[in-house]
């Protein structure tokens, strides 16, 4: 079908599989715009049923007109195909986002849980319910914007059941609310049961009810309660195990009734978590001043007369002091009022729902950073500069930039593949690597002008790598505590025992015999034999630690969820948490000399020092995008890369 045209479709490449067709990335030559085209299985064409059933979810989904549903377009017909035309969504699945990060964070799952539930909660408000809500159906797009999936076996609570018997289950199993699993008739409730395992995957990284066979799973949806997430996760309130409590109870009576009741609880726990903090930054800057009391006196008789004059003359004095004080402010305002700041100081943002923890954002301060024109809106995971001039970007569906004039123009350098791509670097002027999912390596001897793919003998995606300085080892690190090494500069790979399975993030050598990886769940492991073994360092935390850099052989700093920044002093072989003023996940940090570092976070934000990094401030960066990666040219210019093809450049120095 690649390459077909179906009606003025163009068939581009498959982005999914299920059990009633394939759905396809097409073009549509009218419109000039990508498409999804959700085709369905030949050998069901004859099938009366389902044909029905399919026809019914183009005319359930295209009468559903909300910001965090896939909207339909319409159908197309052809020679005995039969297709639904919907929005094309490039992002990533909440499915996948599990999967690679291993869980979320509390914040950031709550922020998704909300525009699920604002979706949903419309559905049923025009008549309709979902009956198969799991992370692989809901997508969020290069903005951060959730957008539910797959309405295929939605069913209109208006339509009756012609179409759907008695008896037959449908969903999927492990998100299958009760009723579902008795083969009763569903409701809007059941989407809020199935919500509610969705929201404990999110948070804990698997479904409570995972293991054992279909029959078990299907005992534990009618008589088990999941486990409380802040059993299994510290960081996790109470609160969040009473909500998911009403989500999946067994008793409809019990259950949250609607998806307003469902999100009115989850507003009022992200209040709470920003109070909490709230509290705790005010008493970290609280003074308390004691005075002493002032001893009563008693006046009788003259004195009580003198008093009362006094007071008269003080009360005079102090309504003329109040009245010339409020003169001189009034008089002040006015004077410097003509030279306030205007408008152009804030940069107007339209709330879309990615932000975790900011509620409405009305402005965010004027930036320090200029935002670079990218021929692409695909993520940049990474950025690195060759020299002064050339420099390489990489991102999702195999994207390479290259910039040939110091990074103030960029074009896309062909790599002929579709493989997420996380981390690019050169070596020299002429050797680079690029890393990324499913064990995906491209090497370069060329400076980037052709890339080779290398077979890494690893399936597992892989985030990040180091060149060993002074030699030609080459460690990269991924996902199921994957870690590999090259003897010859990238050409040839070995795997190296981690005695982890967990997401392994970052690698940074601090020397040519000592190194350090983090990954998920505190995970942190150290070589002192240029890789060839590790061995596990005491965790220090359960939050995922995501970036490692050094600045001294015995100074680096650890950053991760929760707005977690470590420091050690002794080569890794302790660390102690430092201040970040933050919750955010912080996703990234770079030295770019002995004093000046920064860090890269998930809504923007973006923390630097200028005194290797015994204090860090944080400075705006003009957008609240995911920030990825950061470098600096001989130019000495910095650019940051991030979501939806962000591109920064620093002109801090250029005032």
């Known amino acids: 079908m690649i390459g077909r045209n179906i009606e003025h479709y163009k068939i581009i490449e498959i982005l999914g599989q299920g059990g009633m067709g394939i759905v396809y990335k097409a073009f549509d030559l009218k419109l000039e715009r990508f498409v999804a085209l959700k085709i369905l299985n030949s050998d069901l064409l004859s099938n009366p049923h389902f044909l029905e059933r399919f026809k019914r979810e183009a005319?359930?989904?295209?009468?559903?007109?909300?910001?965090?549903?896939?909207?339909?377009?319409?159908?197309?017909?052809?020679?005995?195909?039969?297709?639904?035309?919907?929005?094309?969504?490039?992002?990533e699945t909440v499915e996948s986002l599990i999967k690679r990060l291993g869980r979320l964070e509390l914040q950031y799952a709550l922020s998704i849980l909300k525009q699920i539930l604002a979706g949903i909660g419309y559905a049923h408000f025009k008549g309709f319910i979902h009956r198969d809500i799991k992370p692989s159906n809901i997508i969020l797009n290069n903005e951060g914007v959730v957008k539910?999936?797959?309405?295929?076996?939605?069913?209109?609570?208006?339509?009756?059941?012609?179409?759907?018997?008695?008896?037959?289950?449908?969903?999927?199993?492990?998100?299958?609310?009760?009723?579902?699993?008795k083969a009763k008739e569903p409701s809007n409730q059941s989407d809020i049961y199935s919500l509610g395992i969705t929201f404990f995957e999110m948070l804990v990284g698997r479904t409570p009810f995972d293991t054992g066979t279909d029959y078990e799973i299907m005992e534990a949806h009618l008589k088990k309660n999941p486990a409380k997430v802040s059993s299994l996760i510290a960081s996790v309130p109470p609160a969040v195990d009473t909500i998911i409590a009403k989500a999946v109870q067994k008793s409809l009576s019990k259950r949250y009734a609607t998806c307003e009741d469902f999100l009115n609880e989850v507003n009022q726990l992200s209040i709470e978590l920003l109070n909490v903090k709230t509290e705790k930054?005010?008493?970290?800057?609280?003074?308390?001043?004691?005075?002493?009391?002032?001893?009563?006196?008693?006046?009788?008789?003259?004195?009580?007369?003198?008093?009362?004059?006094?007071?008269?003359?003080?009360?005079?004095?102090?309504?003329?002091?109040i009245l010339l004080f409020a003169a001189l402010v009034y008089f002040v305002y006015n004077t410097v009022s003509k030279f306030w700041i205007n408008d152009d100081y804030i940069s107007k943002v339209r709330d879309t729902g990615k932000n975790t923890y900011v509620s409405n954002p009305a402005y965010i301060l004027k930036s320090n950073w200029i935002k670079i024109e990218s021929p692409t809106n695909e993520n940049l995971n990474s950025v690195t500069f060759v020299n002064s001039t050339v420099g390489f970007s990489c991102g999702n569906n195999g994207v390479i930039l290259k910039t040939t004039d110091s990074g103030n123009t960029w074009f896309i350098s062909d790599s002929s593949i579709t493989n997420i791509l996380y981390k690019i670097n050169f070596s020299d002027n002429f050797n680079g690597i690029a890393v990324g999912e499913k064990g995906m390596i491209l090497l370069t001897n060329n400076g980037g002008q052709s890339w080779d793919i290398i077979t890494s003998k690893s399936f597992s995606s892989l985030f990040d790598y180091q060149f060993i300085k002074g030699t030609s080892i080459v460690i990269a690190v991924g996902a199921n505590g994957t870690i590999i090494r090259s003897e010859d500069g990238g050409y040839t790979w070995n795997r190296v025992s981690s005695h982890?399975?967990?997401?392994?993030?970052?690698?940074?050598?601090?020397?040519e015999d000592t190194g350090i990886i983090v990954g998920w769940s505190g995970e942190i492991l150290k070589s002192n034999d240029m890789g060839k073994t590790w061995h596990k360092i005491t965790k220090f935390t359960t939050n995922y630690l995501r970036s490692v850099d050094f600045v001294t052989e015995d100074t680096g700093f650890i950053v991760g969820g929760g707005g977690e920044i470590y420091k050690t002093t002794n080569g890794g072989s302790s660390w102690k948490q430092v201040p970040s003023n933050t919750i955010s996940g912080l996703l990234y940090i770079k030295f770019i000399d002995d004093k000046n570092g920064f860090i890269l976070g998930n809504k923007g934000d973006l923390l630097t020092t200028s005194d290797s990094g015994e204090h860090w401030e944080k400075i705006p960066s003009g957008t609240f995008s995911t920030l990825k990666s950061l470098t600096i040219n001989d130019n000495k210019s910095i650019f940051i890369t991030g979501n939806n093809g962000l591109i920064l450049k620093n002109i801090l120095n250029s005032n």
């Open 148 to 181: 539910i999936m797959d309405f295929g076996i939605s069913k209109s609570l208006t339509e009756g059941r012609a179409l759907t018997k008695t008896g037959t289950k449908i969903g999927t199993l492990l998100y299958m609310s009760p009723e579902q699993v």
């Open 500 to 511: 982890v399975n967990k997401l392994l993030y970052s690698v940074k050598f601090i020397n």
């Open 59 to 91: 005319k359930h989904q295209a009468k559903i007109n909300h910001p965090n549903i896939v909207p339909v377009y319409g159908f197309a017909e052809e020679n005995g195909i039969l297709g639904i035309i919907m929005e094309y969504v490039s992002g």
């Open 281 to 321: 930054e005010k008493k970290k800057t609280k003074i308390k001043f004691k005075t002493k009391a002032k001893q009563k006196i008693f006046l009788t008789g003259d004195q009580r007369i003198t008093t009362v004059k006094q007071r008269s003359k003080y009360f005079l004095w102090f309504s003329l002091t």
